[in-house]
């Protein structure tokens, strides 16, 4: 367990807001009521990855904007910029089965990682619990702890084979599954399950999340992805989305992804759907709705401006404490 101790009194620790399989993060608050998410690592490479990852994407909108690192002994972590819910958690209210909901969440993702891409960074764990949504409805995407740079000055890196999968089997590419170093194309391949999931709920290989042994689970996840189609995928859904999916995974490994053509693809669907609710159907078929519909500017979701919040109040001092439960010193 950790004790965090916050230097001063003038903090509030407000709640434990995550749980991951690598640490906890919490809400804390400071004097001015700027409040912040803290992030405890064990892990000591995948925390400072995280935060030298963060510092890089400093500015991208939809990534929460890192304050400090805190180092003590064999206790790492970092603050951050706030997000918000889980969108699938059922007190974010988001219902993903409204297309024109789903829509506008798949071009803003996509806008999310091509700024990310463009930075030079691939996210390479991407799954709905990474999507965080502001009480505004501000888009946030955490967890850079797995994220790398795919390019050595301006040279995409090479293709290697890894023996090792990282990320999580629902979401994972198939190239994930192969052992490649992931690419761009393996941030839009797991979006493009990631939509299906949050359309339909489930995906095929769901269950192999049963298989103790995580090689069997791998492997057999593996075999199910092969041999289901992006059409039988995405069945009951409108095109776009098996055409996203068919896109990203043509994509070869260090290809750059054309944003501006998948951007624009669920832009009009949202648009599409979003005239058409105001006409109350939300048919899942698009094929019946003329072009002329497109064109309102209403979203769902935004599109997070990163604010500068000059936070040097943020001196956390983070130490293990196996014995005690959580505390935090005020
Ligand atoms: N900046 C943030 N603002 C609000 N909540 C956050 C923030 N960062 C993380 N969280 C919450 O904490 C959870 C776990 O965070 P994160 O995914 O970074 O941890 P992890 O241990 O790496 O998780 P995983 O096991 O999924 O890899 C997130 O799903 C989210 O609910």
């Known amino acids: 367990?950790?004790?965090?101790?916050?230097?001063?009194?003038?903090?509030?620790?407000?709640?434990?807001?995550?749980?991951?399989g690598f640490g906890k993060v919490y809400e804390v608050e400071d004097v001015l009521?700027?409040?912040?998410?803290?992030?405890?690592?064990?892990?000591?490479?995948?925390?400072?990855?995280?935060?030298?990852?963060?510092?890089?994407?400093?500015?991208?909108?939809?990534v929460p904007r890192v304050f400090r690192?805190?180092?003590?002994?064999?206790?790492?972590?970092?603050?951050?910029?706030?997000?918000?819910?889980?969108?699938?958690?059922?007190?974010?209210?988001?219902?993903?089965?409204?297309?024109?909901?789903?829509?506008?969440?798949?071009?803003?993702?996509?806008?999310?990682?091509?700024?990310?891409?463009?930075?030079g960074i691939v996210h390479n764990d991407i799954k709905p619990h990474q999507f965080l949504i502001s009480e505004n409805r501000k888009i946030f995407l955490v967890d850079f702890g797995f994220?790398?740079?795919?390019?050595?000055?301006?040279?995409?890196?090479?293709?290697?084979?890894?023996?090792?999968?990282?990320?999580?089997?629902?979401?994972?590419?198939?190239?994930?599954?192969?052992?490649?170093?992931?690419?761009?194309?393996?941030?839009?391949?797991?979006?493009g399950y990631m939509l299906i999931y949050l359309?339909?709920?489930?995906?095929?290989?769901?269950?192999?999340?049963?298989?103790?042994?995580?090689?069997?689970?791998?492997?057999?996840?593996?075999?199910?992805?092969?041999?289901?189609?992006?059409?039988?995928?995405c069945k009951g859904m409108p095109s776009e989305f098996s055409k996203f999916l068919e896109y990203s995974i043509s994509l070869e490994y260090s290809k750059k992804p054309d944003y501006r053509y998948l951007i624009s693809i669920f832009k009009d669907l949202s648009a599409l759907f979003s005239s058409k609710s105001n006409t109350n159907s939300t048919n899942a078929s698009s094929s019946s709705f003329s072009t002329k519909d497109i064109g309102l500017t209403q979203t769902y979701f935004q599109l997070?401006?990163?604010?500068?919040?000059?936070?040097?109040?943020?001196k956390l001092r983070v130490q293990v404490d196996i014995e005690n439960p959580v505390s935090i010193m005020l």
Not at 1 to 20: H, Q, S, W
Not at 70 to 78: P, R, V
Not at 82 to 107: M, T
Not at 226 to 232: G, I, P, R, Y
């Open 147 to 191: 994220s790398r740079r795919f390019k050595n000055g301006k040279f995409h890196k090479e293709l290697k084979v890894l023996d090792k999968k990282q990320g999580n089997f629902l979401f994972a590419s198939k190239n994930c599954h192969k052992g490649y170093s992931l690419s761009r194309r393996d941030d839009l391949i797991s979006l």
């Open 199 to 233: 359309y339909k709920g489930a995906l095929p290989w769901e269950s192999c999340g049963n298989i103790n042994n995580p090689a069997d689970k791998w492997d057999k996840a593996y075999g199910i992805k092969k041999m289901k189609s992006v059409a039988s995928l």
């Open 304 to 314: 997070a401006e990163t604010e500068v919040i000059d936070a040097p109040e943020f």
């Open 69 to 119: 690192f805190y180092d003590k002994e064999t206790s790492f972590a970092l603050s951050m910029e706030l997000g918000g819910l889980c969108i699938i958690d059922p007190e974010s209210g988001i219902d993903f089965k409204n297309i024109y909901v789903l829509a506008d969440f798949a071009w803003k993702s996509i806008e999310i990682l091509k700024n990310i891409h463009r930075r």
């Open 33 to 62: 009521g700027i409040r912040a998410a803290v992030k405890v690592v064990k892990d000591e490479k995948l925390a400072r990855n995280e935060y030298k990852i963060l510092q890089i994407l400093e500015g991208v909108k939809g």
């Open 1 to 20: 367990m950790f004790r965090i101790e916050i230097c001063g009194g003038d903090y509030k620790f407000l709640k434990i807001i995550g749980k991951g």
